[in-house]
């Protein structure tokens, strides 16, 4: 059967097992068609040895958690993630692997009046007490303070779920560029999504449409900000994803929020910084594929009275997008080794520039934030939205 895959990026695997101990699922499960270098193995037998597709070979690549750990470990540079995502489309794509539901789903996620309308009957379950706490969801508000334009420096990318469940961070990011001396344009439903839930779950038209339909929005020079891990990992692989100048130019103007601004605190006022002790908390693709991940702590330097580190080296917390849903035995397998480093760093907040971290750890009971919000907490002189309410800054 054809995978589709490109044989040279096949080949660069050289089965050395570097990537074994940064693989959350063999870490998990010991089991070697869970790991990167497995996974390749049944892509080679596949593709080219003629080895059936049997349903043990599809679950082999379903509970891939994408985290990319494999990359940042592999000496050979393979693209695991990219030979993994078109495996999955064209699972998808020829033998209708992924369930019907998913694709209806997140086909919404380009429909932001869609989406706010979910978010409203949300919003009023919370308030009626129909929800499980289980899921731990954001106080969500039964009426959204729209998006406001302050100038045309930088655009705020604001994303699908995250700008119905967390606005309060991109809401939180903007009047931080805004002190900083920035205009913010929030993107709103001029791009309502950066399609990396349907490239990481195998719907790869879909999101080539979405990608092509944020780039036509976003026209111009401006830094294009990204406050979510994954979506501003996706944005900057849109020249990847299409293959064209325009998409490459494009990907060149997206950066990570914290990314961008942390070169750039020292246009803020002086600030006292909160009694916090804050883990840091890396989202996988921020880690893995942007690489950008330190910007974090000089971000959050300022503002915190002390900020330390996870000894996990980064092992992916078992989010994954939408594989806590789809995967939820093993993506809580996988969160129990991330709990366990929080517990030993004891801290009083965890940080997380990714919202599906925050969800899957908050669903445990951890306490989780945004960097931004942490910075404007303590620029404001607030406390963070969820704190307790005697806590502040002191």
């Not at 050289?14 to 074994?20: A, R, T």
């Not at 990318?157 to 002190?179: I, K, N, P, S, Y």
């Not at 006292?272 to 942007?290: I, N, S």
Request: hydrophobic content about 40%; some cysteine; proline content about 7%.
């Amino acid at each position: 059967m054809d995978l589709h895959l490109d044989q040279r990026e096949l080949a660069t695997c050289v089965q050395c097992g570097l990537c074994l101990p940064h693989c959350p699922t063999f870490r998990v499960s010991g089991d070697e068609s869970r790991s990167p270098r497995g996974r390749i193995a049944l892509m080679r037998a596949v593709q080219s040895g003629g080895a059936p597709l049997t349903d043990e070979v599809v679950r082999s690549f379903e509970t891939c958690v994408m985290c990319r750990g494999c990359e940042a470990a592999c000496p050979s540079q393979v693209p695991f993630g990219h030979l993994m995502e078109r495996t999955r489309e064209t699972l998808v794509g020829e033998h209708g692997t992924a369930p019907a539901l998913l694709h209806v789903a997140l086909s919404q996620l380009g429909h932001p009046r869609r989406l706010r309308a979910g978010a409203r009957a949300l919003a009023l379950a919370q308030r009626l007490r129909l929800l499980p706490a289980r899921l731990s969801l954001p106080a969500l508000p039964l009426r959204e303070e729209p998006h406001r334009s302050s100038g045309q420096d930088v655009f705020l990318f604001t994303g699908c779920v995250m700008d119905v469940w967390q606005r309060d961070v991109h809401r939180a990011g903007q009047r931080l560029l805004e002190v900083a001396g920035f205009g913010v344009h929030p993107t709103g439903d001029a791009a309502p999504c950066c399609g990396a839930l349907h490239a990481h779950t195998g719907f790869g038209n879909d999101a080539r449409r979405l990608a092509q339909r944020a780039i036509d929005a976003l026209g111009g020079d401006q830094p294009i900000l990204v406050d979510s891990a994954g979506c501003g990992a996706a944005m900057k692989e849109y020249g990847r994803l299409l293959d064209t100048e325009e998409a490459r130019a494009f990907s060149a103007r997206v950066f990570d929020y914290q990314e961008w601004l942390a070169p750039r605190l020292d246009a803020l006022p002086p600030v006292t910084a909160l009694e916090m002790r804050v883990a840091v908390q890396d989202p996988c693709h921020l880690r893995h594929v942007q690489r950008v991940h330190l910007a974090t702590r000089d971000f959050l330097r300022p503002f915190v009275r002390e900020l330390v580190e996870l000894d996990d080296d980064g092992l992916c917390c078992g989010a994954g997008g939408a594989y806590s849903l789809l995967e939820p035995e093993m993506a809580a397998a996988v969160r129990e080794r991330k709990l366990a480093a929080i517990a030993r760093a004891a801290p009083d907040v965890v940080a997380s520039a990714n919202p599906g971290c925050s969800l899957h750890l908050a669903a445990a009971g951890v306490r989780v934030l945004h960097p931004v919000t942490i910075a404007w907490a303590a620029l404001s002189g607030r406390a963070p939205a969820n704190a307790p309410a005697d806590e502040g800054v002191r």
